[in-house]
């Protein structure tokens, strides 16, 4: 039936009614919008860390990965590495977000300059969001279309994912997301690891893989092609820079009880994840052997349906059922990031449009309800995305370079009290401008012809070099106008600062943004470098153990992949 077997139909409809009856269930602890958007903050270390790993990992992150390992070879990891250096940095992040005490990132961005600063972000993060929507429903659409052979059309398959996602993330909110990415984390992992083992047998193992393979580059983990040396630092700088202006990443970090249950959650679900990208990567490279015919130019033989085609041919030669849980598989990964954006997009809008400007002083019942509403508009608009989008890649791309657009915005104003209201609008602008003049295809021929060669890919200015000018000139400008622009009024600034470096103990209750329990004053500053207007705070022990400990990981992932290059060799 739709080109999937009668016990595949039985596995996956176990699955889908099960989750979501839990998702559904979760809507009678849902009181008011700290529940609706932050969960109650009530969530131990372990559901932290899977709904860590499940917002931010799906099955659009597999044929992302696997699509660009067809095309670049091993190099194509990066894709979803870029944020591996800046991983244990996460460690650290943690605990700036969960002190801040906000439901929002908009908030933080209020606080720290003005309402106008956090409405551009609230506009700014929506879109974000909805954006990543689009391309994480596609890519869902993509594997579902090639596990059926077709028989499930992309387009319907779009349809039936987000109805299933919003029907418990609508009612639930952040904690039926957060208690369904336990479930769907767990499955996300299943479905990273399945396809590898049968994907090597299918090609002799990794003799046979080499073997298969002409070109010998594929087999680099950084390539003099697209994906260089140069590549990869600029996307881990892009990375952890735009981390933290992700709305869904307020959430990750603070609905935990405490903030040792957020920075662990943080670290070491995203951990996971790099763990997995190894399988997707392989996977895509044994496509190249199984499938060579997937060009790229057509949507029938596009690259982003090998690991749709892999799950399709190989699982069913194991045992029957396994397709249908590999489907279910996905879509646990693609709702499990799904619901989370969802939830913090209509947290944006409610909290810091709707409340801020339309509607001032109403009930929380009143706001509970925009939430939901505003979270059915947020997924039409992702739903728009998804029709337009030609391919998960490119997609990518755009997510990866519009995620960081307020970047300077955030770090500068973290660690410098001289940024202002107008250095914030700036960098904004100026990182904006520079990312469109940088991608305008009227201006690639100019570009070719006038720029070092090292700059250009494909007739193209390379992705890395458009993230280096627009980086550097937002950081830039941002400072610049800052020094020429009057300050933040410094009561606000206290207020800011006081309340980061004040530690959360216990179960504190939801106040209000960066409102201290009464009683708690904020400690005198412990600052890394003593001036005036720098606000680095000294580390922490836990903090420096932890992030030499994530950095030891880091430096064995990268051990790990160039072993595996080398193998068969």
Not at 46 to 53: K, L, Y
Not at 151 to 174: K, S
Request: aromatic residues 14%; contains cysteine.
């Amino acid at each position: 039936m739709l080109g999937i077997d009668f016990w595949d139909w039985v596995m996956l409809g176990i699955y889908l009614v099960g989750i979501t009856g839990v998702g559904v269930y979760m809507v009678t602890r849902v009181k008011d919008t700290a529940d609706f958007f932050m969960a109650g903050r009530t969530q131990n270390r372990w559901f932290m860390m899977f709904f860590a790993f499940g917002s931010g990992t799906s099955g659009n992150d597999a044929v992302g990965v696997s699509s660009k390992s067809y095309t670049s070879g091993m190099s194509g990891i990066w894709y979803q590495w870029l944020w591996l250096f800046a991983t244990p940095f996460y460690w650290l992040i943690a605990p700036i977000m969960r002190r801040s005490r906000c439901l929002t990132t908009g908030d933080f961005f209020e606080q720290r300059y003005d309402s106008s600063v956090g409405g551009l972000y609230a506009i700014v993060g929506v879109s974000q969001l909805t954006l990543n929507l689009g391309v994480l429903l596609l890519g869902g659409s993509k594997m579902v279309e090639a596990v059926s052979n077709g028989a499930i059309p992309a387009n319907y398959a779009v349809v039936a994912m987000t109805v299933m996602f919003v029907a418990y993330g609508v009612a639930g909110g952040l904690a039926a997301a957060i208690f369904t990415d336990f479930i769907q984390g767990i499955l996300t992992i299943i479905l990273s690891f399945m396809l590898l083992p049968v994907a090597l047998k299918a090609v002799g193992g990794f003799e046979g893989l080499r073997a298969g393979v002409a070109d010998p580059t594929v087999f680099t983990i950084v390539s003099p092609g697209e994906i260089n040396g140069f590549h990869v630092v600029m996307t881990g700088i892009l990375a952890l820079v735009g981390i933290v202006t992700q709305p869904h990443i307020m959430g990750v970090c603070s609905a935990g009880r405490t903030e040792f249950d957020g920075r662990f959650g943080f670290a070491t679900g995203n951990l996971i994840k790099r763990f997995c990208t190894i399988p997707w990567m392989l996977v895509g490279i044994c496509g190249i052997v199984l499938y060579p015919q997937l060009t790229g130019t057509s949507p029938d033989t596009s690259p982003d349906l090998v690991y749709g085609l892999v799950a399709r041919d190989l699982l069913p030669t194991i045992m029957p059922g396994l397709v249908g849980i590999f489907l279910a598989a996905l879509l646990a990964s693609i709702m499990s990031s799904c619901d989370a954006f969802m939830v913090s997009c209509s947290g944006l809008f409610t909290q810091n449009f709707w409340r801020r400007y339309i509607v001032t002083n109403a009930d929380e019942k009143h706001y509970l309800w925009v939430g939901r509403i505003a979270s059915l508009g947020v997924v039409v608009g992702g739903l728009s995305f998804a029709y337009l989008i030609p391919d998960v890649p490119t997609g990518l791309e755009w997510f990866f370079r519009m995620q960081a657009v307020m970047g300077a915005a955030f770090w500068l104003g973290l660690f410098w009290r001289r940024m202002t209201v107008a250095g914030a609008w700036a960098a904004f602008v100026t990182g904006v401008t520079v990312v469109f003049f940088t991608t305008l295809p009227q201006l690639q021929p100019w570009y070719a012809a006038n720029l070092p060669e090292f700059m250009i890919w494909e007739g193209k200015l390379r992705f890395s070099w458009s993230v280096f000018f627009y980086m550097t000139a937002g950081f830039s400008v941002g400072i610049l106008v800052s020094l020429l622009t009057p300050r933040v009024p410094e009561e606000k600034l206290e207020v800011f600062y006081g309340a980061l470096r004040t530690p959360v103990t216990g179960e504190e209750p939801h106040a209000a943004p960066f409102v201290l329990p009464p009683g708690v004053t904020p400690p005198p500053p412990h600052k890394l470098i003593n001036h005036p207007d720098l606000e680095i705070p000294f580390p922490t022990k836990v903090g420096m153990i932890g992030f030499a400990i994530f950095w030891g990981w880091v430096v064995g992932l990268i051990a790990l992949v160039y072993w595996i290059a080398g193998l068969g060799a």
